[in-house]
C-alpha cells in the first residue's frame, strides 16, 4: 500500500498542475512511516529514515 502512495505522489510531482499535491503526499507518507516505526519501537529501522529527512530537507526548504 505505501509503495503505490509514493508511486501516486511521484506522478503528482511529475505534473505541474498537482505538484503541490505530490509535495504534500510524498512527507506525509514518510512521516507516518517514522511514527509506525516509533510506534512499533523497530528502532533500528530509524536510521534510513533519518537520512531521507536530512537529505531531503535542503529540498524543502528552498522549494
Do not use: C, N, W
Amino acid at each position: 500500500m505505501t509503495g503505490a502512495l509514493e508511486i501516486v505522489s511521484v506522478v503528482l510531482i511529475a505534473l505541474p498542475a498537482t505538484r503541490i499535491v505530490g509535495l504534500m503526499l510524498g512527507p506525509t507518507i514518510v512521516a507516518v512511516a517514522i511514527l509506525t516505526v516509533v510506534r512499533k519501537q523497530d528502532l533500528l529501522h530509524l536510521a534510513p529514515f533519518g537520512a531521507l529527512v536530512a537529505l531531503s530537507a535542503p529540498t524543502a526548504i528552498f522549494y
